[in-house]
């Protein structure tokens, strides 16, 4: 489990094509930059008169900024990055933002029984996969033990008042690269509600949420990739108009070595990466964060078990599975949700 943002190229870009042809019937604000080590893409239908572009920027740029503040694993003088420093196991203060990011987090670890795990850093830095740096080599097996000793979503604790995050091993490492892309997606779509706009496409590498309808009046069209490393192009397009959306995949962040392909996704339960066949999931949810969230617990489970958790949640789900005869999909709780073919 780590960031998965190279392989979402073709969402960042697709929304965009896809949505603005033809010429639209509505003014469409266009909103660009970086944030969280990815990019950010926003389109805004008919602005109300009484925001001003630049305003929307400013408010944009300082929502970004205050969720790398609390999550970011690259900033050293973020909360998340005080919470990994310290050593103590008694309870440690944070905002009340990183004690209800923290808390979702937990709740879809303990759905999926660990697949999904905030404090996997370790593995994922052992493996190359996070911010210590690449390697084309893999980590011996007491590397590997090693590791995994200090990870384990049971050693973390968060409580609601006083916010505060309690960890059971001093070396705890929490990570939630996995989640604050979807939550920063859900902060800008919360603002965007207050501040009475009423359509918009919002996404954060890759992870998107969507209310209303594009420039020509029509739901918002989202390209799923073809989850294959030797090119892009497109496998599926939806139509999201209230909603989330959130795509992981093992066919872009990955190393080879003596044959054998490493993906970037880790088990926290074996601390290897996953060798199923899963090449891909994509989550429809109402927010964002339960959407990126879930992607990554049904990419680690694989396509049996990922399938029967989305099913026993009743989560709208599409997993594209790898077969010597090519791509299979399979669908749960898409039934009643639009297609645009």
Known sequence: ?????????????????????PAPEHPVLVL???TMGTFYN??????????EPQALRDKIASELDQVESRMSTYRDDSEISGFNRSRTTDWFSVSPELAELVKEALRTSAASTGAFDPTVGPLVNLWGFGPDGETDTP?????????????????????AIPPALRKSEPTLYLDLSAIAKGYGVDRLA???????????????????????????????????ERPSPEGRSVHKILALSDGAMATSGDYRNFFEHAGRHYSHTIAPETGHPVTHRLASVTVLAPRAVRADALATAFLVLGPELGVALAESLGIPALFIVRTPGGYFERQTGLSTQPRVP
Not at 1 to 21: D, E, K
Not at 141 to 158: D, H
Not at 196 to 212: C, K, Q
């Open 32 to 34: 660009q930059g970086t």
């Open 139 to 159: 980590p011996t097996e007491a590397e590997i033990a090693e590791a995994k000793a200090r990870v384990g979503y049971r050693k973390l604790s968060v409580r």
């Open 42 to 51: 926003i389109q805004v239908v008919a602005l109300p008169l009484a925001v």
């Open 190 to 224: 919360d603002l965007f509600d207050v501040i009475g706009i009423t359509d918009y496409l919002i996404e954060i590498g890759g992870e998107l949420r969507g209310r209303g309808y594009n420039g020509q009046g029509r739901p918002w069209r989202i390209a799923i």
């Open 1 to 21: 489990m780590s960031q998965s943002f190279p392989y979402a190229l073709l969402l960042v870009l697709l929304p965009f094509v896809i949505g603005c042809a």
